[in-house]
């Protein structure tokens, strides 16, 4: 999809230095790549201890197809 942004250059310099990215595209992928890994992860600390696990259940049995 073609978008046309507006983009502050000192950030877009700074993360330049930060990235092995050549061109914006690349970079802009990369970043947003990083944006959804983050809150993806994000997302799966908020729902810690809320998970409760069944204490009998065998996983190396079910990997054995017991």
Known sequence: MRT???LDDK???E???LSS???KKDLIHEALEEYV????IKNLMD???KIE????YNYKA???GK
């Open 4 to 6: 046309n942004i507006l």
């Open 11 to 13: 950030l877009l310099n």
């Open 15 to 17: 993360a330049f230095k």
């Open 21 to 23: 990215s050549k061109t």
């Open 37 to 40: 890994v983050s809150h993806q």
């Open 47 to 49: 729902i810690k201890g």
């Open 53 to 56: 696990f069944d204490e009998s």
């Open 62 to 64: 079910m990997r054995e």
